[in-house]
């Protein structure tokens, strides 16, 4: 049988009035805000209200209708989404603290692209649930029984890239908060199953120390690894650490042992690249160059800003560089990168502007059609080449 509950991948919502929201995560009650998750992903907050309307006034959507008070089809809802990394069958437990409580959801999918989804939402073809029962929901099989009962919709099977987007929605509108346990083969037997690169990084400079806050509600204890490798810390918050790209995962537990919360941070570390240098064959006064893909290697970030060091005249447009009316010389081009709060990053070139040789004044001493004639340029500039039509002239 496929285990049904597996604490690994379970998101802990508890629904009690916070006077501040720490960063271990939070639920939105918006479609267009639901949080990302990827594997052992979880989040404390509130779960109060329905926020924007985010089906147009419409009171059905698949199974799912108003209740709870509100008069569309979101009372007290959550939003999240989350993209298979793997073809397989999956599921998910939706466990209330308070299990006299009646929760619904719509598991609306799949989608194709990773974001955008929320205004072709359709039906939630994939899972519905609208069962008056009080007590566990979801997909699979009850946990409380290990049956698939009238509260639980069969097996999904999905495919690797496809993205879903799930709402749970508060009937009884008294909610005290869940806890959403992914099931499933794919969870059983993968890792990972879910796309984290889905799930928004924690951005830090080269250089900076990690601080990452995973305050828990009723934990006293918790157990903090990199990458499956258990670190010394055992309070909430970690820090100290010499920010690289890497992932962190947090459990907080309470006095009792119990787990109360589960988190995956993603850290990434921030580094501009102006590139490098490289030769730029001299141009001609009054031409247009494309200074970025002529004077930097392929690996120099874009959205960078061009500035003329030493004041050539001509005019930067993005990284185009026209030299109308520049005089010859050689100038420097600066290209500076920025990034968050980052130190830019910053790397100088040099263009060489030659002067435009004069229109030829040529001339002509008769008979030029014959090999007596003579045709003179009076205004030739040295080290300039010239040529004739028809050739055979000199």
Known sequence: ?????????????????????????????????????????????????????????????????????????????????????????????????NLGEDWDFGLYGPFVDTTGNCSSLGNPDAACNYAANPGHTGVGVNPATG????????????????????????????PTGFVLTFTGDIFDAHTPPLDCSVVASIDYCVGDNIN???????????????????????????????ATTTQYHVQAFNSSGVLVGEQTFNVSVST?????????????EGDTINLYDLGLTT???????WTDDEGSGGVITGNSFDATGVAADTYDFTYTVTLGSCPPDIETIEVTVLSSPATPIITVVAPTCSTTGTATMTNPVAGNTYTSTPAGLT
């Open 272 to 284: 501009p690249n102006a590139g490098t240098a490289i030769a730029i064959a001299d141009i001609c």
């Open 299 to 305: 690996d120099a970030d874009t959205g960078g800003t």
């Open 147 to 174: 049956t698939q009962t009238a509260a639980y919709n069969p097996w999904v099977n999905g495919l690797a890239g496809e993205t879903y987007i799930l709402m749970i929605n508060n009937f009884s509108n008294s």
């Open 212 to 242: 990452l806050d995973a305050t828990t509600p009723n934990a006293t204890s918790y157990i903090w690894d990199e990458v499956g490798t258990v670190l010394s810390e055992t309070g909430p918050i970690l820090s100290g650490i010499l």
């Open 1 to 97: 049988m496929i285990n049904s509950f597996n604490y690994r991948y379970i998101l802990v919502f508890l629904g009690i009035f916070l006077f501040t929201i720490s960063s271990f995560g939070q639920v939105q009650s918006d479609c267009a805000n639901a949080v990302a998750v990827c594997s052992n992903a979880g989040s404390n907050g509130t779960v109060g209200g329905a926020g924007i309307d985010d089906f147009g006034g419409a009171t059905n959507s698949g199974c799912l209708g108003g209740g709870g008070g509100g008069s569309g089809i979101e009372s007290n809802s959550a939003w999240y989404t989350f993209t298979l990394a793997v073809d397989g069958q999956f599921g998910f437990d939706i466990s209330p603290s």
